[in-house]
């Protein structure tokens, strides 16, 4: 039903934001799902889900589609419009080289391998998940050919979630993580941790009290909630409908202050970048963040940049003890801050400090690159999970759920999803080090519990632009060069340096 | 996409599955917006629920749609399957009769009639709206025409919400109550009411325990929190995302309690009715009521025939005055009961007592049917409407805000759909009349809190089949006999005969 004196490219955006409704609308079948949702809902809802998952997939791959990008090809790439029809491209092209086949058996794949890496978890059990994953990989190479790719088949599935990326850069920027937080980690472990130094973070905190300690804070960070809302779910995380409804959900944990207060700050970092989309970008598949990468960037600075910092700290310690008197009874600023910035070797990613996290990583990405060079096997995998641990992490897992099981990523089929963590992590420095150059005064605003200059940075170089450019010409718009892990392996040096008074 | 093997009634099924998904999505996302969407959101929502509706609609009108409902046709119009593909037709027709552009003229229309209608009754002001309605009414006329009639223009969009239901039979359906309603009225008013006879619903109710006393009451009901959940809007409505998952909605007023208890009970009857469909007809035309007058008709049952009666109360008042010792001080269940079953004139329907409430429907579908039959122009609509008040209730409007301008219906374009509020009424003494003869110990058990056999007899014999059968076909399996407006009568003439103590 083409309207009258539409041009190609009207028409191109009104098939796009179509998709978009159908998948805003799916968003909110997940949302209510994970909220709200009776236990009675769930059959009929996982019937909408699919329903509306084909429904989009379709109008996406459908040929009208590529004709009408076709014929938009000729716009200025350097054009918002430019950068709308490329990203449609990316999508369309992905989705179309994928043969419906390959699709069906990776859903079905997928679908059968959760429940099994679920119950091969609880039972520590690698060999109820491993025919699971046995028969998803060669699935994900084929998907890899496919898809294509110039250096490495690794490449095609990374380019999913961080446009651009490479294995070999991948490489080089691992090699450099390595090389300083390998030292890092080995002076800290060399001093000892106190035992107790978490102690403080555990007792008796009334949710309702974190919740608003939460709201305030998220609030001071500029969470407009207006255009937001805050609930409930076992698993965070943050969604977006479009630039003027991103919510968040929190997990409370009535006996340990770290879930909440991080995980608040976490999804309330990935919900700036989305309410801070131009609005113009609705509906298109501009309504993004430029990757993975920079989204978690995002949610890492306001997380660890600012709110595991010190000076963050000295204006919210006192409202934290002011929430919980009792609690906190006795625990000074500086017990709290060396509380919330433990330096120490662990098993699990998820409970993992800042520095050790992305050894974490570096472990899963060469695990997978052996996986798909044939260099490593399925059935080895338990074995070499454990001993890079030893060799990285330094501790060895006690059993395969605390070990290889700890994820469900692979269940998922999401090979070349984790590096993007690390490329947040060292992002989330790189940006906040430019906005400070920028703005000097960002350090002593975030002492007195003010954002906005920060905020505002953000917005102007990253988050207005929303999905217009890859990371790499986001990175070098904002910053003036290309990904850098020098500023965060400073930051890390500086910070656990002074913590640990190493020389 | 077609499966191998399957055959066309199945292929039919997906077809009709898919449209139901889709629906059920939008759905959702009606229900967010009225309760937790945040502000922000209103305008990509709004979006969202076009692209959704524009997409079930053109999947449902596709010639393919035409041509399976075609193949099926053989079916037994006895079997589910008939029922089905004969539900599924209906639709199908009525929506392919109406040319698109038609459509769209409508839908235009009435989107700006809305906003129009709510200044138009916030400033009384007749002439704001009027040229809205004289917009909508030819459109509507036209629809009529498109879609066809044997009898009568207004028969053709009476069907769209009460199936089968014809202009001659509703007049000697109104006919008939208003021979019974108004000897009643007048005998009543001769009586006059104390003013202070509503007085203990007024006072301070705190919300928290109004919803409380909601919950305890609901769940005797049958009410499943399983498969249900409530929450708060402006205006309280009913939802069923299928069998699994039916919510309600109310609004509390700390300072009067009619509102949340009878809305509570009224949706909780309709989420009763979605509940006890049988869950085999999720996904399909069938997972619905028989008609809109159907479905009210359980609504009321629970609502007036269950909750405005002296068993019920002598159960739960006791428990009503334990949660509000304050308000509810000195106020015996005669006087509560009395309060509750206040039968007098009034100009605002949706106050309307329980007996008078049909006169303003009545008033409403004469106007219509005149409307129509073009006796009345919309220049002398608020005239018309005054007339036709004093002539009924006795009372009349002292300005349009009060009088023609109360409902949004007509603003919507619901020509047709007044009439099933009282078929609503009539049905559900015909069918709790019904419930009682069959399992005479049902008022007693509602004496005792009980209500188990009360439901069993509405899941037996309406809530199961969903939308299976034709209105008149329910109510004849149901009840023996056609609809039948004398146990409504004397159901009405018992009790305020008693209550006012008529001869």
């Given at each position: 039903m083409a309207k009258e004196h539409e041009t190609l490219y009207e028409r191109l955006n009104d098939r796009l934001a179509t998709i978009s409704d159908v998948r805003s609308a799916n968003s909110?079948?997940?949302?209510?799902?994970?909220?709200?949702m009776p236990k009675g809902g769930i059959a009929s809802r996982a019937e909408q889900m699919a329903t509306l998952s084909r429904l989009a997939h379709e109008m996406l791959v459908d040929g009208e589609t590529g004709r009408l990008l076709d014929a938009s090809g000729d716009l200025d790439p350097c054009s918002e419009e430019g950068a709308l029809v490329r990203r449609a491209r990316r999508e369309y092209e992905r989705a179309t080289k994928l043969p419906a086949e390959l699709v069906a058996q990776i859903t079905r794949a997928t679908a059968l391998a959760e429940p099994a890496w679920a119950r091969a978890r609880g039972e520590s059990d690698w060999s109820v998940f491993a025919p699971h994953l046995e028969e998803i990989l060669p699935l994900k190479k084929r998907a890899a050919e496919?898809?294509?790719?110039?250096?490495?088949?690794?490449?095609?599935?990374?380019?999913?979630?961080?446009?651009?990326?490479?294995?070999?850069?991948?490489?080089?920027?691992?090699?450099?993580?390595?090389?300083?937080?390998?030292?890092l980690l080995r002076e800290v472990t060399e001093k000892g941790n106190d035992e107790n130094r978490t102690a403080p973070l555990y007792g008796a905190f009334d949710e309702a009290k974190q919740e608003r300690f939460g709201v305030e804070v998220v609030t001071r960070f500029g969470y407009d909630w207006e255009r937001g809302r805050q609930d409930r779910t076992v698993h965070p995380f943050c969604i977006s409908f479009g630039p003027g409804d991103v919510r968040i959900t929190t997990r409370f944990d009535p006996g340990w202050l770290a879930p909440a207060l991080f995980g608040t700050f976490h999804e309330a970092g990935h919900a700036l970048y989305q309410q801070g989309v131009n609005p113009a970008y609705a509906r298109t598949p501009l309504d993004g963040g430029a990757s993975m990468g920079v989204h978690e960037s995002q949610s890492r600075l306001w997380e660890n940049l600012v709110g595991r910092s010190r000076a963050f700290w000295s204006y919210f310690y006192p409202r934290l003890r002011d929430t919980f008197p009792e609690a906190l009874r006795g625990v000074d600023l500086e017990t709290f801050y060396h509380a919330i910035n433990v330096l120490a070797p662990s098993k699990i990613r998820v409970e993992a400090d800042e520095a050790t996290y992305n050894l974490h990583i570096l472990l899963r990405f060469e695990l997978e690159v052996a996986l798909f060079e044939d260099e490593l096997f399925v059935a080895d995998l338990p074995a070499a999970w454990n001993a890079k641990m030893k060799e990285y992490v330094g501790v060895t897992p006690k059993n395969d759920a605390e070990g290889v099981l700890q994820d469900i990523h692979w269940a998922d089929g999401l090979f070349g999803y984790f590096p993007t963590y690390t490329i947040g992590n060292v992002l989330s420095v790189q940006f906040f080090d430019e906005a400070v150059k920028a703005h000097p005064e960002i350090p002593a605003q975030i002492q007195q519990g003010e954002f906005a200059v920060l905020l505002g940075w953000l917005r102007e170089n990253i988050h207005r632009h929303g999905s217009r450019y890859d990371p790499d010409q986001l990175v070098q718009k904002a910053t003036g060069r290309p990904l850098d892990t020098a500023p965060y392996l400073s930051y890390l040096r500086n910070k656990f340096g002074e913590l640990y008074e190493l020389d």
């Open positions: 909110l079948l997940f949302w209510d799902r994970q909220t709200h496919a898809l294509g790719y110039e250096d490495h088949p690794y490449d095609a599935l990374l380019d999913g979630y961080e446009p651009g990326a490479k294995k070999a850069w991948l490489e080089a920027m691992f090699g450099e993580l390595k090389a300083g937080i390998l030292p």
